[in-house]
């Protein structure tokens, strides 16, 4: 329910402020390590927000996965 109400609030706040996701999206670099990134931390932030047991071992999981990605990024 809290996940729902959550997801309901950030869509209202994009549609008041006229947020258009397609030009943000559109120009990322979309490799399989952005993707896996996205992935993980969506899967994260979903167990944590849901209150999830196992949300802890997702939070170790998405902290070494940000960390292979960033750090494999060249400048």
């Known amino acids: 329910m809290q996940a729902a109400l959550v997801l309901s609030i950030a869509i209202a706040a994009a549609t008041f402020f ?4 397609t030009d943000v999206l559109g120009k990322l670099d979309w490799d ?6 996205f992935v993980v ?3 994260f932030c979903i167990a944590a927000i849901g209150g999830s047991d196992g949300s802890h071992l997702l939070k170790d999981v998405a902290l070494v996965v940000i960390g292979f990605y960033f750090g494999g990024l060249t400048i």
């Open 41 to 43: 931390v969506a899967a």
């Open 32 to 37: 399989i390590r952005s993707l896996l990134a």
């Open 18 to 21: 006229k947020v258009d996701f």
